[in-house]
């Protein structure tokens, strides 16, 4: 039997969330702006799941916009609020260790003539706030660092970050994408102005996103997709009612459940990377020393190929570099940034832990891993 520990690319639909979608496939299928009274009802519930969603991050529900995935709530806050914001300057300041979303997007802003810098991090992967101090400009309009990082679990200084930019009149944005039931996600706290999350992270389906949007930037923000006035007008097509209920009943299961499973979840990792570390020789922790989420252990086996090792330990469902980027040979950007050696960049695998691991898998995986590295190790020309 397969032993998921993905769990950062992806999450299983949690069965309490899958009840809560059904009615929305079936008899409640009527379109949320249509006036009759169907329509009238599912807008209701689409209400009242924005408000669940709302109360989970302490803001207020006309601030929560539900797009199609965190890569359009990350694209919306963007390129949104730098379309806004272009007259007042165009510089913008991200991490060389934002998922992809965030990367290209910015990219995709440098060749429309706006200048970014891609702040550097340290060797246990977080960026320094003196960093950001000394990257800021004038011209400033934008910063964008996400909570946690999806390859290796490292928080970042978020809060501060915000604090530094609120004096300066800066704009932040987070991809709190892996940060979701994890950590705090009270937007007041934080500090930030935009947050984006996504579904599928957090036992809910794929194709749903949320961005939480500072009401005071609603009427700024430039939509990207153009068409109906769903959304407030910042996100065009017709409601994914059923994935919209299902956020809401995954967030109400976290609010309730959520710190139990932190510990849970925690527990299994740190036993997994101690056995790792004890029983297989040259192994370590990328990100070892940084404050890291419960739920990530990247783990460089050094002198092995890590797409070898998953050879090896084919029932292990574990990720090489990002999921995204696993069938290109580029080494992971986010190890690369962290100045890892380009041989531990090849020999790192990503184990993520979450609602449905047990125990027994984390065992089985040990085993698994410990008996194929070792394998692998006597075979190895570099070791
Ligand atoms: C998965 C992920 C995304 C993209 O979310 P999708 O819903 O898959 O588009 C963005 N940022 C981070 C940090 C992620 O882990």
Same mark, same amino acid.
């Given at each position: 039997?397969?032993?998921? !520990?993905?769990?950062?690319?992806?999450?299983?639909?949690?069965?309490?969330?899958?009840?809560?979608?059904?009615?929305?496939?079936?008899?409640k299928?009527?379109?949320?702006?249509s006036?009759?009274?169907?329509?009238?009802?599912?807008?209701e519930?689409?209400?009242?799941?924005?408000?669940?969603?709302?109360?989970?991050?302490?803001?207020?529900p006309?601030?929560?916009?539900?797009?199609?995935?965190?890569?359009?709530?990350?694209?919306?806050?963007?390129?949104?609020?730098?379309?806004?914001?272009?007259?007042?300057?165009?510089h913008?300041?991200?991490?060389?260790?934002?998922h992809?979303?965030?990367?290209?997007?910015?990219?995709? !802003?440098?060749?429309?003539?706006?200048?970014?810098?891609?702040?550097?991090?340290?060797?246990?992967?977080?960026i320094?706030?003196?960093?950001?101090?000394?990257?800021?400009?004038?011209?400033?309009? !934008?910063v964008?660092?996400?909570?946690?990082?999806?390859? +290796?679990?490292?928080?970042?200084?978020?809060?501060e970050?915000?604090?530094i930019a609120?004096?300066r009149?800066?704009?932040?944005?987070?991809d709190? +994408?892996?940060?979701?039931?994890k950590?705090?996600?009270?937007?007041?706290e934080?500090?930030?102005?935009?947050?984006?999350?996504?579904?599928?992270?957090?036992?809910?389906?794929?194709?749903?996103?949320?961005?939480?949007?500072d009401?005071?930037?609603?009427?700024?923000?430039?939509?990207?997709?153009?068409g109906?006035?769903?959304?407030?007008?910042?996100?065009?097509?017709?409601?994914?009612?059923?994935?919209?209920?299902? +956020?809401?009943?995954?967030?109400?299961?976290?609010?309730?459940e959520?710190?139990?499973?932190?510990?849970?979840?925690?527990?299994?990792?740190?036993?997994?990377?101690q056995?790792?570390l004890?029983?297989?020789?040259?192994?370590?922790?990328?990100?070892?020393?940084?404050d890291?989420?419960?739920?990530?252990?990247?783990?460089a086996?050094?002198y092995?190929?890590?797409?070898?090792?998953?050879?090896?330990?084919?029932?292990?469902?574990?990720?090489?570099?990002?999921?995204?980027?696993?069938?290109?040979?580029?080494?992971?950007?986010? !190890?690369?940034?962290m100045?890892?050696?380009? +041989?531990?960049?090849?020999?790192?695998?990503?184990?993520?832990f979450?609602r449905?691991?047990?125990?027994?898998?984390?065992?089985?995986?040990?085993?698994?891993?410990?008996?194929?590295?070792?394998?692998?190790?006597?075979?190895?020309?570099?070791?």
């Amino acid at each position: 039997m397969p032993i998921y !520990l993905d769990y950062s690319a992806t999450t299983p639909v949690d069965r309490r969330v899958y009840e809560a979608m059904i009615p929305f496939l079936t008899e409640k299928y009527a379109n949320p702006s249509s006036i009759h009274i169907l329509g009238r009802e599912v807008r209701e519930d689409v209400e009242n799941a924005r408000a669940v969603v709302a109360s989970y991050i302490k803001c207020e529900p006309h601030e929560i916009v539900f797009t199609a995935s965190g890569t359009s709530s990350d694209n919306l806050a963007i390129k949104g609020m730098a379309e806004a914001l272009k007259h007042k300057g165009k510089h913008i300041i991200t991490t060389s260790i934002e998922h992809k979303a965030v990367l290209e997007t910015c990219k995709s !802003l440098q060749k429309a003539g706006f200048e970014v810098t891609y702040l550097p991090v340290s060797k246990s992967g977080v960026i320094s706030v003196d960093d950001f101090r000394k990257a800021l400009r004038p011209d400033t309009i !934008l910063v964008s660092v996400m909570l946690v990082n999806n390859e +290796v679990g490292t928080v970042q200084p978020v809060k501060e970050i915000a604090s530094i930019a609120r004096e300066r009149g800066i704009i932040v944005h987070t991809d709190a +994408v892996q940060a979701v039931g994890k950590l705090s996600t009270d937007v007041s706290e934080l500090g930030v102005q935009l947050m984006s999350f996504s579904g599928h992270k957090f036992n809910a389906p794929k194709g749903i996103g949320i961005l939480y949007i500072d009401e005071n930037l609603k009427d700024l923000i430039i939509p990207i997709v153009c068409g109906g006035s769903q959304e407030y007008g910042l996100r065009a097509g017709t409601e994914n009612v059923a994935n919209i209920a299902a +956020v809401a009943k995954a967030l109400e299961i976290l609010a309730a459940e959520g710190e139990e499973e932190v510990k849970r979840v925690r527990r299994f990792r740190d036993m997994f990377e101690q056995e790792i570390l004890a029983r297989v020789p040259d192994t370590y922790i990328n990100g070892a020393g940084a404050d890291r989420v419960c739920s990530v252990s990247n783990i460089a086996f050094r002198y092995i190929e890590g797409e070898a090792l998953m050879v090896y330990a084919s029932e292990v469902c574990c990720s090489t570099g990002s999921a995204c980027t696993s069938d290109s040979v580029d080494a992971s950007h986010v !190890l690369y940034a962290m100045n890892a050696d380009p +041989v531990d960049m090849h020999g790192s695998l990503r184990f993520s832990f979450g609602r449905f691991t047990t125990e027994e898998e984390v065992k089985a995986a040990v085993e698994m891993i410990c008996t194929s590295a070792n394998k692998l190790r006597a075979m190895s020309p570099l070791g």
